[in-house]
């Protein structure tokens, strides 16, 4: 697979030389709590570039697949605001309670999710080509071309027409990918999409993301696979009872971690591999 | 609508209504105890390894399902007295054809139940070198009891209603009691609205019960 | 005791337009109570009180009453409240498409429910919202889901129709209990009448199960 899978006009990557800083997407004094007793955010700062991949680590229940969440606009944050490319995008403060300010805003983010949530009623093509034609008003012809090549590119022309039930787990992930590159996202969010997967299924779909990481796509990934986050990484942040606690490029914190949770963390993950 | 209600008349009746509701209840209540020690037996049947047992099982219950319970109930009235020659009571005649429809009824439902228990329990079992039968009693009928229970309570209170059937052979159940109320009176609209509300009165905490119940499953399956 | 089985071909033709009405009236407030009750499921979901409490208490009272005495509610009941007569067809049609309304509500009302929050995640997440993913997303798995607990539906209304024979409509069971009284042979009859509604529903209750492996299995999980 070398031709590029994206279509789409790249964002213009700002760099800043400190690694955590960046204008793409800002995360101040982020607040969501479920209740009394569980802080999944906890005064979040977090900065990102254009072109950063961001892996978030960290224990269960740390927050991680809330922040993917409410970038996407599925949950409500309680407090401080997230911009995204510039604009303010996200305030806790504001009348709609912590959703998306702008909806066109939120079509340029794409989420894949664990448990690939394709429609189950419809073909592969139908599946590809629903939010393009309802949302961005392309016509059948035009949405049934785009999802042809991202369908090609992604090895997967033959299942044009297969129902969801008929593909594998590796081939139903892939498709999702597919379906959220149709709207020309500018930024990607995946939350562990290889969990659910069998192993030998997992590649296929890493590869995939690889291969968008290549052609720098913005990506934020929430996985438990250390080894991937390694590869695929522009920055590890590490998340622990809804902060930050420590982030650097992946060398940096898988080998020399600063913070003694970070390391303790990485000891038990790393064992269980 | 100038229709006038006139409730006076149910005074004089009560008694027979009282009389006509324990009917209704001994006919609901035996039938259940019926169908779920039954239904239990005859799910058992149907799943058994040889096909003599399990098919004469799975005929008995689809040809209860697939008939209307009316005729059922018309057909042990008529029939099983002129076949066996024998008498039998109206009421254990009620029972037996209701205790019958909700066994079949039943079965389908714990065999769901059954089938849900996983497998893996059924090799600890055999791992743990449990019988046969204490396998059945101590590890299978417990799970398959409560994935079941809300569709055997709501199999129950079907029964509950399908009794009202009985009037139509002129048992003296709560309809029958209601029924001829009705015709003696001229009071159709407050006598069938007042039966009514008894029978769901009688329905509606069971049905409250299972969408509990259910609610509750719903919430251990989703943790 | 001597039974003669072939005395009930004698009477098939009697037997049939009894097995046509009965069909008759099972398909007509069928389409009725389908379409009522899939109306009915969606006023069930509205969030104002005043549409939510009385169409959920309507289908309690009906689910929680017997069928017979909404039969009789209906055939007696209606005309003395009204002060108009209603012609009997007009009353059994009205019954037992009021009873499928409800029933067949609780159905629509499952199977939206049924619909995993991920599908909804998953139109967030492209922009497919309200209309679009209600008529697209929603709506049709939801109805996909729905076919085998209608048909079954059906076939419940199919048995229950027998219940018309009571109210003197001329259906199967009228026919199978008229005939069975005139010849002194219930026996026969009834097991005749039996085995009639018996092959009429069992194929219908083996369609839910193919349906439910093949169709569901391929589009809706």
Known sequence: MTAPLLVAAQPQASFVPDSAGGDFIQLRDVYKSYGEGLVVMDHLNLDMRADDRLVIIGPSGSGKSSLLRVMMGLESIQGGTISFQGKSYIDGN????????????????????????????????????????????????????????????????????????????????????????????????????????????????????????????????????????????SRVVFCANGKVVEQGPPAQIFTQPKEPRTREFLEKVLHLD | MNYQFDFHFLTGNFGALWEGLKVTLQLALVSNVVGLILGFGLCLLTLNRWFFIRWPAQLFIEFFRCTPALLQIVWFFYCLPMLFNVFIDPITMGVLALGLNLTAFNAEAYRAGVQAVPREHLDACVALGLRPWQRTLYVILPQALRTALPVLMTNGISILQQSALVAIVAVADLMYVGKSIATEAYRPLETYSLIALIYFALSLPIAQLVQWLERRQDTALAR | MQLDFMVVFSYWQVLAKGLALTLAFTVSCAVLGSVCGFLLSLLRLSKSPLIRIPTGLYVELFRGTPLLIQLFWIFFCLPVVFGISVPPYVSVVLALTLYMTAITSETFRGALKSIPSEQHDACTALGVASWNKVFYVIFPQALLRAVPPLLSNVVSLFKESALISSVGIADLMFVGQNISNSTARPVEFLSAVAVIYFLVAFPLTRLVGVIETRMLRRYAY
């Open chain 1, 94 to 233: 504001a009348r709609n309670h912590g959703k998306p300010l702008d909806v066109r805003l939120q079509t340029q983010v794409g989420m894949v999710f664990q448990h690939y949530t394709l429609f189950p009623h419809l073909s592969v093509l139908s599946n590809l080509i629903l939010a393009p034609m309802k949302v961005h008003g392309l016509s059948k012809v035009q949405a049934t071309e785009k999802a042809r090549l991202f369908l090609a590119r992604l090895g997967l022309e033959s299942k044009l027409n297969a129902y969801p039930s008929q593909l594998s787990g590796g081939q139903k992930q892939r498709v999702a990918i597919a379906r959220a590159l149709m709207l020309e996202p500018k930024l990607m969010l995946f939350d562990e999409v290889t969990s659910a997967l069998d192993p030998e299924m997992v590649t296929e779909v890493q590869n995939v993301m690889m291969q968008l990481a290549e052609e720098k796509m913005a990506m934020i990934i929430v996985t438990h696979d250390m080894h991937f986050a390694r590869n695929i990484a």
